[in-house]
């Protein structure tokens, strides 16, 4: 299992994807399969999450500059 990076608030990934994250979510709870924007919202969603993962359990110390 991967380590918790406990330094992930000093990076601009982690911050960046929890507003993207936070900004697109409500959207993409409230589903309204005709409107493409559902889609889209669902999509930075997930890349949002991903990328708040990715930092937190996988970026290296070292690549904080």
């Given at each position: 299992?991967?380590?918790?990076?406990k330094?992930?608030?000093?990076?601009?990934?982690?911050?960046?994807?929890?507003?993207?994250?936070?900004?697109?979510?409500?959207?993409?709870?409230?589903?309204?399969?005709?409107?493409?924007?559902?889609?889209?919202?669902?999509?930075?969603?997930?890349?949002?999450?991903?990328?708040?993962?990715?930092?937190?359990?996988?970026k290296?110390?070292?690549?904080?500059?």
């Amino acid at each position: 299992m991967a380590k918790v990076n406990k330094k992930f608030y000093l990076s601009l990934d982690f911050w960046v994807c929890l507003i993207v994250f936070v900004t697109s979510v409500s959207a993409a709870v409230h589903v309204d399969l005709d409107s493409v924007n559902w889609y889209v919202e669902t999509v930075f969603s997930l890349l949002g999450l991903a990328g708040m993962v990715y930092t937190l359990f996988f970026k290296k110390r070292s690549d904080y500059k």
